[in-house]
């Protein structure tokens, strides 16, 4: 074999050991990588479940509703309840609406504290339309929030979007206190017809009584953190500076 040939023999082996030996540094630290990244999965969801949901149990701390002034006249007939969809028959067919489901009343403290809300939950009240209007109209009220945990930080109203907190107090329509006869509730007060016809039945009804409905929904946020937190709110009046109702509530993601 001559020695041109020898050399080049030599340099392939060489070549092939170097390959190999790369490959193994490679496979040793692709395998490190994959062992780390498995660590760090398993980390992760441990320290989410550590943290629990605020309870509403008890109410609003003292510290908070302190802060509010509550205005001479109170909401009446207060109910709590869920939007969702509800049946009725008609004939043979039974048929679908939506309105104000899984109703329970609701008491006052503290003169003007509304019971806390789940995420979702609604609060439906009316109140004397002669003294609401008195106070103003929409421009002279508004709803200020702050983090029940942190109400130094100010209203989120100063930095989020309404969207993120319940700034209406229109959230309810007519149709949705006023069911279809014969819904699935079990609801007796009821009527037929239309969705609109409803509305405007439940509108007379409020008139003759000399009142005004009002309505907030607990609403989700795409700012709340991952376990929810609560924040506590108030219907507040800047002619007056005092507050026809406020109530706590459980913030959770959208």
């Given at each position: 074999m001559t020695l041109t040939k020898i050399s080049i023999l030599i340099g392939l082996a060489l070549s092939v050991g170097v390959t190999n030996a790369n490959a193994g540094f490679f496979d040793d630290v692709k395998n490190k990588l994959k062992s780390e990244s498995k660590k760090e999965v398993k980390k992760k969801p441990a320290s989410v479940s550590n943290v629990a949901t605020p309870s509403l149990a008890g109410g609003p701390?003292?510290?908070?509703?302190?802060?509010?002034?509550?205005?001479?006249f109170k909401p009446e007939n207060i109910t709590i309840g869920k939007s969702g969809t509800y049946t009725f028959q008609k004939g043979f067919s039974k048929e679908k609406r939506t309105g104000l489901i899984n109703r329970k009343s609701g008491t006052l403290t503290n003169s003007c504290i509304l019971p806390s809300l789940q995420s979702r939950e609604i609060a439906y009240m009316e109140v004397d339309t002669k003294k609401y209007k008195a106070l103003g109209n929409s421009n002279d009220w508004s709803m200020q929030c702050v983090k029940s945990a942190n109400p130094?930080?100010?209203?989120?109203?100063?930095?989020?979007?309404?969207?993120?907190?319940?700034?209406?107090?229109?959230?309810?329509?007519?149709?949705?206190?006023?069911?279809?006869?014969?819904?699935?509730?079990?609801?007796e007060e009821c009527a037929e017809g239309s969705n609109s016809n409803r509305s405007g039945k439940w509108k007379k009804k409020l008139q003759s009584k000399g009142k005004t409905m009002l309505s907030v929904l607990a609403n989700t946020s795409t700012l709340a953190p991952q376990?929810?937190?609560?924040?506590?709110?108030?219907?507040?009046?800047?002619?007056?500076?005092?507050?026809?109702?406020?109530?706590?509530?459980?913030?959770?993601q959208k």
């Open positions: 701390d003292k510290s908070l509703t302190s802060m509010t002034s509550c205005t001479s130094g930080a100010g209203a989120v109203g100063d930095t989020e979007p309404k969207s993120e907190y319940p700034y209406t107090v229109n959230y309810l329509s007519g149709k949705a206190m006023l069911l279809h006869c014969g819904n699935s509730e079990g609801i376990q929810g937190e609560k924040l506590y709110c108030q219907y507040y009046n800047q002619t007056s500076g005092k507050s026809l109702f406020a109530f706590e509530y459980l913030r959770l």
